[in-house]
């Protein structure tokens, strides 16, 4: 199973702490001697030794630098940035509205040639219908505390990014459990009109729909809905925020895990089927 994505995220902040940490105490210098040479209170050097306080870059050069260690200052400025970038909160991607966090994304698909999307929950935004989309920008509108006026646009924001299935260049390998397609997260009409959708996409040559069955015997448990970006970056959703992974055998975990789950999947008229009963279910 791959880390969890908090953790990954967190473990990269306690490494840069630790390291920091190493270097103190390879100086032979106390929390508070090391302070002291930086300019700062000790509490600050204790909040950042345990990873509570993320360090500036002007922070870690000043760390170095006490502790005869300036030649690995930028490196370790780089992991640091690189950690925090692990970690955005959502309420910080959300803050320019619905619609800004849609478009904003655009370019990530563009330059992707095979995308492989695993969810649990929902259908994977690539393959949503305006309706959907604007039952579910809803209810992230609510649950953030979001103003809800921009839900439409948002909704033709990422319909209109979706149109990258029909363009020439891109593979999609999509994979989703079987309680995604009973997930009533909008009306009657609405859930109707995206299962008939996913018929529809599930048969572009462009676009391999495998459903994982409820009762597959597993050989692999559900995980965070995920999106592979080739074979470069996975960013992964949490209740909190959205992870970025970008380490190589972090990466490689993910599509290791991947391949798992959509070796128990179902495709072709096996997944129709699947769908189908879904839509059968809404009436």
């Not at 050069?61 to 925090?84: F, K």
């Not at 690539?126 to 039952?135: C, R």
């Not at 609510?142 to 299935?165: Q, T």
């Not at 995206?194 to 462009?206: E, F, K, M, N, S």
């Amino acid at each position: 199973m791959p880390a969890s994505p908090s953790s990954s995220a967190q473990a990269a902040r306690e490494a840069v702490a630790h390291r920091l940490r190493d270097l103190r105490k390879e100086a032979g210098l106390t929390v508070v001697q090391l302070a002291a040479e930086c300019g700062w209170h000790y509490s600050k050097t204790s909040r950042i030794e345990n990873a509570l306080t993320g360090p500036s870059a002007n922070d870690i050069r000043s760390w170095c630098s006490a502790t005869n260690a300036t030649p690995l200052a930028q490196e370790l400025v780089v992991q640091s940035i690189t950690a925090e970038s692990m970690y955005r909160q959502w309420r910080d991607q959300v803050r320019a509205g619905l619609r800004h966090l849609q478009e904003s994304r655009t370019v990530a698909f563009q330059e992707t040639e095979c995308h492989r999307m695993y969810s649990a929950g929902l259908v994977p935004g690539l393959l949503q219908t305006e309706g959907y989309v604007q039952a579910v920008l809803g209810i992230a509108a609510n649950v953030h505390g979001l103003p809800p006026e921009d839900i439409a646009e948002a909704a033709r924001a990422r319909v209109e990014r979706s149109r990258i299935i029909h363009e020439q260049g891109h593979s999609f390998v999509v994979v989703v459990e079987e309680s995604v397609l009973h997930c009533q997260v909008s009306d009657a009409d609405a859930m109707g009109a995206q299962l008939g959708y996913l018929l529809t996409a599930g048969a572009l040559p462009a676009v391999s729909l495998g459903i994982v069955p409820m009762t597959v015997r597993r050989t692999h448990w559900p995980e965070e809905t995920f999106h592979i970006y080739d074979d470069r970056r996975v960013t992964v959703e949490l209740v909190s925020a959205e992870v970025t992974v970008t380490q190589p055998a972090e990466v490689e975990q993910y599509l290791t895990t991947f391949e798992r789950l959509r070796s128990m999947a179902v495709y072709g008229a096996e997944a129709r089927a699947l769908i189908v009963k879904a839509i059968e279910a809404l009436h």
